[in-house]
Nanobody, 124 residues
Framework: QVQLAESGGGLVQAGGSLRLSCAAS????????MAWFRQAPGKEREFVSA????????YYADFVKGRFTISSDNAKNTVYLQMNSLKPEDTGIYYC?????????????????WGQGTQVTVSS
């Protein structure tokens, strides 16, 4: 099992930036990819971005393309999400997740391990 710990959330004005971090520990050798999902109040958890750890291929939801960038530091078992040009609709709890090979990058059911989440609030 892998333990995930997110950090970096907070309150920011529209147009601002935040950088989220997710540190993994435990059986990190089993990880194939890591991702960020988010959940707004009253809504389902949705895919934001993912990265394959071996080759670094990144995947993004359409609503964050050009604004968010995912990256990984495999030596530190850490994944980052740089969020620029934030909008009020980006508000929510951001969760880090890890998956083993197999399954779509875009579905929550493909991910085995989850962090506790970090709150991101964007004010207008």
């Amino acid at each position: 099992q892998v333990q995930l710990a997110e950090s970096g959330g907070g309150l920011v004005q529209a147009g601002g930036s935040l950088r989220l971090s997710c540190a993994a520990s435990g059986r990190t050798s089993s990880m194939y990819a890591m991702a960020w999902f988010r959940q707004a109040p009253g809504k389902e958890r949705e895919f934001v971005s993912a990265i394959s750890l071996s080759i670094g291929t990144a995947y993004y939801a359409d609503f964050v393309k050009g604004r968010f960038t995912i990256s990984s530091d495999n030596a530190k078992n850490t994944v980052y999400l740089q969020m620029n040009s934030l909008k009020p609709e980006d508000t929510g709890i951001y969760y880090c997740a890890a998956k083993v090979p197999g399954g779509s990058f875009y579905y929550t059911s493909s991910y085995r391990d989850w962090g506790q989440g970090t709150q991101v609030t964007v004010s207008s």
